[in-house]
């Protein structure tokens, strides 16, 4: 092994004993590692331009090196002995070698090591079409929250499950369903081109690793529509923003005709932000659901998404709620502090008056 593989090496596996979500490595300074969210300077030599492009043709798949050099970025994963899984970005930046590894753990999480509400989830999880989005900003734990859905299917439900990602994330054991996991670039050219081939594979669930363009969600949808579950991630700050993405993928001309399928097809938009935990350190997620019911659908049809926050602050018996609403949950059972929760709060005056015990309603206050 060369000395740069076995510096690289040895970071990787500083990063995952530290419990790192990603490694930075930008050539002409020295590694970072992302911790809890904050990052942190390793205590090493200045990484050189030739080290990290030296170690990035190392593990590069042969069939990425062609964009490497065409495009000047990839994505791809790479697997470390004693470390893990690894999600590798390189790129360029004013023509030095940037790359940054998130760190996949080996363990498929469950709701209960994610801190996630196993109840709500479970009950999306039994869907047996339609179409269930996981938004947030990079780095909320979208993937991980999708992991441990297909975990909980994989153990409970008989399915053949097809997954699409760039790249593959958590490598799935078959227990109870059929896993057949494709990754963008190496089995299929594109996520549009996978999932239309998914369609002719029989399958009852299909995970699409990211929606980026109009294409793949058509296709998404043409998929939900046919009887089959799809589940994809989504960027966006809370569920409403990530409702108009949705319809930022189509024309004017179009719009009408997409807000009804998509009223139909949607089964949930789960978005979620990680926040400080206090005991124990690490983050906890607080998470936003819109579930797709009969009033959720009416207002997607009808295009007025203005009343989205009025369903998710009202919640009810379907198990929609707001961040404020389960951000309130967080702070009274002692699981964040009041003041991260008002940090990360869209609307923090209205959870102040939460936690004095002033609620709003569509009938006026509750005190």
């Not at 090591?113 to 989830?121: D, Q």
């Not at 054991?173 to 996520?191: H, K, M, T, W």
């Not at 993928?249 to 807000?259: D, I, L, S, T």
Request: glycine share 10%; charged share 25%.
């Amino acid at each position: 092994m060369s000395k740069v593989n076995q510096l690289f090496n040895d970071l990787l596996r500083l990063g995952a004993d530290n419990g790192a979500s990603d490694i930075h490595v930008k050539a002409g300074n020295p590694a970072l590692l992302r911790i809890e969210g904050r990052l942190e300077e390793v205590e090493m030599d200045k990484i050189s331009e030739n080290q990290a492009l030296d170690f990035l043709e190392s593990i590069l798949p042969e069939t990425f090196k062609t964009r490497w050099e065409e495009e000047g970025q990839v994505d791809f994963g790479h697997s470390l002995s004693g470390a893990g899984r690894f999600r590798v970005a390189a790129f360029r930046q004013r023509g030095t070698v940037t790359i940054v590894f998130r760190h996949v753990k080996n363990q498929i999480p469950t709701f209960e090591s994610l801190n996630l509400e196993a109840p709500i989830l479970t009950k999306l999880s039994k869907a047996r079409d339609g179409i269930i989005i996981v938004s947030g900003a990079t780095g909320c734990g979208k993937s991980s929250t999708l992991a441990a859905m297909l975990n909980w299917i994989n153990g409970h439900m008989g399915k053949h499950v097809i997954t699409l990602e760039d790249p593959m994330e958590y490598n799935f054991q078959d227990q109870r369903c059929v896993f057949n996991q494709r990754e963008i670039g190496i089995d299929a050219l594109s996520y549009s081109l996978g999932l239309k081939a998914a369609l002719r594979q029989d399958p009852d669930l299909i995970l699409v690793g990211e929606m980026r363009d109009k294409m793949t969600f058509e296709t998404a949808l043409a998929a939900a529509e046919t009887g089959h579950l799809v589940m994809t991630t989504l960027h966006s700050i809370n569920v409403h923003q990530a409702v108009i993405r949705l319809f930022e993928f189509f024309p004017p001309e179009q719009q009408q005709q997409m807000r009804r399928q998509v009223a139909s097809s949607i089964r949930a938009i789960v978005c979620q932000r990680l926040v400080p935990a206090i005991e124990g350190g690490g983050r906890v997620p607080a998470v936003e659901i819109l579930v797709g019911d009969t009033v959720s659908r009416t207002v997607i049809q009808d295009g007025n998404f203005e009343k989205l926050n009025s369903i998710l602050e009202g919640g009810g018996e379907s198990g929609s709620r707001s961040f404020n609403k389960d951000l309130y949950r967080l702070i009274k059972a002692g699981k964040i502090s009041k003041a991260d929760g008002l940090e990360h709060s869209s609307n923090p005056k209205a959870l102040e008056m939460n936690l004095k015990g002033i609620f709003q309603s569509e009938g006026g206050i509750i005190g």
